[in-house]
């Protein structure tokens, strides 16, 4: 989903474009055709550049889900099990996008707009999923990932594991210290 909106800057009209879900965020002056592409925009270590948009938080997407579901009285059906199920299958909805294109490049370069479109529906559909699984199991989840991201952070040390992609296990000094004397690993 692309969203414009126009904007004074200095007496200027300006075009903003947010590609919501992540591709590029970018303005350009009077003329659309100017705004650059997901693809345009310049890599950082192969990988297009993202910045999401500020607006709506997770919050305000928790609110807004809570409230659509309490509009529809499908509270009742929002179990942890069942939020999670409808979960999966718009995963699996998300995988039948990349299934049988082999390899796919970082930025998605040859993907049609309506390849792009669906993308955008999946991907939308698994956050929205995941956010209302955290609410409605009690876990903040912006708190848990800034957690979960620094617990990864200790456990693959960028001077350690540049360039290597194995499982934090694998490592010698990881398991050395987490083997006890008598050659057992601890938990």
């Not at 200027?12 to 650059?36: C, D, H, T, W």
């Not at 390899?103 to 390849?115: K, N, Q, T």
């Not at 990932?145 to 934090?168: L, T």
Request: aromatic share 8%.
């Amino acid at each position: 989903m692309v969203a414009t909106k126009l904007r004074r800057a200095r007496g200027k009209p300006r075009i903003s474009i947010y590609f919501l879900s992540g591709f590029v965020m970018a303005s350009a002056e009077q003329n659309q055709s100017e705004v650059p592409t997901p693809n345009d925009a310049p890599p950082q270590n192969g990988i297009p550049l993202v910045q999401f948009s500020e607006k709506p938080s997770l919050e305000e997407i928790r609110s807004q889900m809570q409230e659509f579901a309490s509009e529809r009285d499908w509270n009742q059906y929002h179990t942890p099990r069942n939020v999670l199920l409808a979960l999966v299958g718009e995963v699996g909805e998300l995988s039948e996008i990349f299934q049988w294109r082999g390899e796919v490049s970082a930025g998605l370069p040859g993907w049609s707009a309506a390849d792009r479109t669906r993308l955008e529906h999946e991907l939308s559909d698994v956050l929205l999923y995941l956010v209302r699984l955290s609410n409605v199991c009690g876990v903040d989840l912006p708190a848990a990932a800034a957690r979960q991201m620094a617990h990864n952070a200790a456990k693959y040390p960028a001077e350690r594991v540049r360039g290597d992609s194995r499982k934090y296990d694998q490592y010698d000094e990881y398991t050395r210290e987490r083997e006890t004397p008598d050659g057992e690993e601890s938990s």
